[in-house]
């Protein structure tokens, strides 16, 4: 593993049991052995994932079915009592993605899909094989198998104890098998996982110490940034000249109430596409859009509540014509399952070619052609620097087909990639208009616009850096939690009560919030901003190749001015 400073990664223990997931710790975690030496490797690097399951590289209609019974046979020789049942999501994507390639993504077309559940296949359920040659639009079924994943559960014999994954995954790489790996958990790239400073901890103390750092007026324990504010500027969001608005896609906690997005043809929030469950199972629970509030007992809002509107208020405020589509796949928390994420961008991706290939305008429950992928999330690796992965794979299909993808750097002041920001090409890269659209990587900036913020991770693979640090976006006007003033008192002569500001009192509609995942849109919708004014002069078709020139030249001109 390359020489990187090493992540320092904590989850409390709630939000780990909300996932069934566990933390690696590189200082208690068996270390894997050279299979030729039979020497003790270095420690691996801090992860966070899940328990009971492992992903197997490919379509399960593809190639994942055989390399699930090679794992099986590997697993029983090595002595663990332990069944492998492919998750029946994957089963039922296959059968997906041959009704949108034969409908043409017809809208309506998948509404057997919308009720699709994750759990262990039946043994005896069959697997829909698919045709590796099969064309969705400009990529192939085989193009699709290098990008994916497949869910399998670990089901324990009776009366045996439930492995760690982390022992089985160095069982199959003790035999060679290099297409297996951990499902992790995905963090978010701001708004919650901070850096804890000299002194370790979930969350940056700023100068003061303490759990949380509240930028102007947080208080420790309730209201992590997210101070409420005032903004005096009016709705930024107008219509551009083009044929078609720039789509920016955001998947992320949702898109809550607010003026800025309610009844706009500009903003969708979309919890299916073409029949397809975005977050199988249904939205995210509890709704973080909604009240935001996770623990009724104490009614405080969770830590990453109104990260999506947030978020979705930074790309309006760079790209007033842009088309923000919401797709709710992080929960509260800000966490999600890999598996659930890329399986949504996989779908995405479908549709994107299936649109583009038919020259399509809308984006609806149907999907459509996608300019700009937001990703304001992300994941630390067991192995640190990880140079090949199916979801680099899978954002490579999208820089081919002309979609720009951005991706926040993390908070946790390290040199460890977090991905797939750790993908992205380094500062100063030759963009060429013939080639796929790279994916590009934020780190944060200070107010002054000069200084990266303390929290922010560094590599080589952090691309540039945008505003980070107590940005001012959009919350959801449903925000007001248990948090109450600090002090209030009746008015004088019968006038309004006085008070100090309630901290989680956002009806508002705005607030103040830090991290690497609101320096990410604000890039994006600089991206989406440039594109529109692109078409603007010379509205072109949706063509792969028209779309990486136009995608290449914004993404030059905007490096070039940092």
Avoid at 20 to 46: N, Y
Avoid at 274 to 288: C, E, K, M, Q, S
Avoid at 511 to 517: D, F, H, M
Wanted: glycine letters at 12%.
């Amino acid at each position: 593993m390359p020489d990187v400073e090493p992540v320092d990664l904590h989850l409390p223990g709630s939000l780990l049991r909300r996932h069934d997931a566990r933390v690696l710790d590189p200082a208690t975690a068996p270390r894997e052995a050279d299979p030729r030496s039979g020497t003790r490797l270095p420690a691996p690097s801090a992860t966070a994932y899940l328990n009971t399951r492992l992903l197997v590289a490919g379509l399960l209609g593809v190639s994942a079915a055989d390399r699930v019974d090679e794992l099986q046979r590997v697993l029983r020789e090595a002595g663990y009592a332990v069944t492998l049942r492919p998750d029946a999501a994957d089963e039922a994507f296959g059968r997906w993605l041959l009704l949108a390639v034969e409908s043409g993504a017809e809208p309506g077309a998948g509404k057997g899909f919308e009720e699709v559940r994750g759990g262990p296949m039946d043994p005896d359920d069959p697997v829909t094989r698919l045709d590796p040659g099969l064309r969705v639009g400009s990529v192939s079924v085989a193009e699709l198998d290098a990008g994916y994943a497949s869910r399998v559960y670990v089901v324990p014999d009776a009366r045996v104890q439930e492995p760690d994954p982390w022992s089985l995954l160095l069982a199959a790489r003790a035999a060679g098998l290099e297409d297996v790996d951990l499902e992790h958990l995905v963090l978010p790239g701001g708004g919650g996982f901070y850096w804890g400073g000299q002194g370790g901890g979930l969350y940056w103390g700023g100068q003061g110490g303490g759990l949380y750092w509240g930028g102007q007026t947080g208080v420790p324990g309730i209201a992590p940034d997210r101070a409420p504010v005032q903004l005096a500027l009016p709705d930024p969001t107008r219509a551009g000249r083009a044929r078609r608005a720039p789509v920016v896609v955001v998947p992320d906690t949702g898109l809550g109430e607010h003026p800025w997005f309610t009844g706009s043809d500009l903003a969708l929030q979309l919890r299916s596409l073409l029949g397809w469950p975005v977050l199988p199972g249904g939205r995210p629970a509890p709704w973080p859009e909604g009240t935001g509030v996770e623990d009724e007992l104490t009614g405080a809002l969770d830590l990453l509540s109104g990260h999506g509107t947030f978020v979705a208020g930074v790309v309006r405020q760079a790209a007033a014509g842009a088309r923000i589509v919401a797709l709710p796949v992080l929960d509260s928390a800000g966490l999600a399952a890999e598996q659930d994420v890329t399986r949504t961008l996989a779908v995405l991706l479908v549709l994107h070619h299936l649109h583009q290939d038919q020259g399509r305008e809308d984006f609806d429950e149907a999907g459509g052609v996608v300019d700009v992928l937001n990703l304001s999330l992300g994941f630390y690796h067991q192995d640190g620097v990880v140079p090949d992965h199916p979801v680099r794979r899978l954002l490579d299909l999208f820089g081919r087909a002309g979609v720009a993808v951005v991706a926040a750097a993390g908070n946790q002041a390290t040199t460890t990639p977090m991905y797939p920001g750790g993908w992205a090409v380094g500062p100063g890269t030759v963009l060429d208009t013939d080639q796929p659209v790279p994916l590009v990587c934020v780190g944060a900036l200070n107010p002054d616009g000069r200084t990266v913020a303390m929290f922010s991770n560094a590599g080589p693979w952090v691309t540039t850096h945008r505003p980070g640090v107590n940005v001012v976006s959009t919350l959801p006007v449903t925000f007001d939690a248990s948090a109450q003033a600090d002090r209030s008192t009746p008015g004088p002569h019968g006038g309004p009560d006085r008070a100090t500001p309630d901290p989680d009192d956002l009806r508002g509609g705005f607030g103040v919030w830090s991290g690497t995942s609101f320096a990410a849109p604000w890039l994006a919708g600089q991206l989406a901003a440039d594109l529109a004014a692109q078409r603007a002069k010379d509205d072109l078709k949706d063509a792969p190749e028209d779309m990486r020139r136009r995608a290449a030249e914004a993404l030059r001109r905007l490096l070039e001015e940092t």
